[in-house]
């Protein structure tokens, strides 16, 4: 079975500096790859996906994120935090031609400081 | 457009009594519904999933129980909760069953067995 590793849990940083959030899975064929996000007092909502194409993907409010097949990694990035990304972010792994029901990571807490 | 809704919000219940948490989704027909538990640091956890009325599967072995008996409506139970119970319940809904589904959540409940 699958599995997701998302290595940081806390991740504190100011306004205006650049986010690096690790995604990596356990899986040896294709997968589909997603990051969700929780704003607080909000639903849990997709930030983006890949299946297909392009390995760097663009998704809601500036955040990208590159699938390196090589090193099993979906990491999420954005070049500029602001404060409204305080966030719980969830990466999430699904292989292709498998199960519809993904695999969620523990999450990691970003606290983004004005 | 389609909506999720769970109640109640939130729930403080003593040990050994009953629950009942209801979701129901709007503008679909035929969803996928799933139930996850989401405890601090440890990620998502389903804990049952549906693809039709009176279809539930069940993921974790507990004292829980899912059951689905509208299209639209999915609702988790225990007839005696115990203090592991506590969490925060999702409701979550998907239109196919592909790899490359998004899930769509509702704003969950917060549990708190005494």
């Known amino acids: 079975a699958q599995s997701v590793s998302q290595h940081n849990h806390h991740v504190i940083l100011s306004e205006a500096a650049s986010l690096e959030l690790g995604c990596n899975y356990s899986?040896?064929?294709?997968?589909?790859l997603f990051w969700y996000v929780q704003y607080p007092g909000q639903h849990l909502q997709l930030l983006l996906k890949?299946?297909?194409?392009?390995?760097l993907v663009k998704g809601i409010k500036g955040f990208e994120a590159e699938f390196i097949k090589s090193k099993f990694s979906f990491n999420l990035r954005k070049p500029s935090v602001q404060w409204s990304d305080t966030a719980e972010y969830f990466c999430?792994?699904?292989?292709?031609?498998?199960?519809?029901?993904?695999?969620f990571g523990r999450g990691t807490s970003l606290i983004v400081h004005p | 457009s389609q909506t999720i809704h769970q109640w109640p919000a939130t729930l403080v219940q003593p040990v050994g009594s009953p629950l009942s948490l209801e979701c129901t989704v709007e503008?679909?027909?035929?969803?996928?519904l799933y139930w996850y538990r989401q405890a601090a640091g440890r990620g998502l956890q389903l804990l049952f999933y549906?693809?039709?009325?009176?279809?539930i599967s069940s993921e974790v072995p507990q004292n829980l129980s899912a059951s689905r008996p509208q299209d639209r409506q999915f609702i988790l139970s225990s007839k005696k909760l115990l203090l592991s119970d506590s969490g925060f319940y999702l409701c979550?809904?998907?239109?196919?069953?592909?790899?490359?589904?998004?899930?769509?959540f509702g704003p969950g409940t917060r549990l708190t067995v005494l």
């Open positions: 979550a809904w998907s239109p196919d069953r592909t790899a490359t589904d998004t899930q769509y």
């Open positions: 899986y040896g064929g294709t997968v589909n």
């Open positions: 890949y299946f297909s194409g392009d390995p």
């Open positions: 999430a792994v699904n292989p292709s031609g498998g199960s519809y029901i993904p695999t």
């Open positions: 503008g679909t027909s035929n969803p996928n």
């Open positions: 549906s693809v039709g009325i009176g279809q």
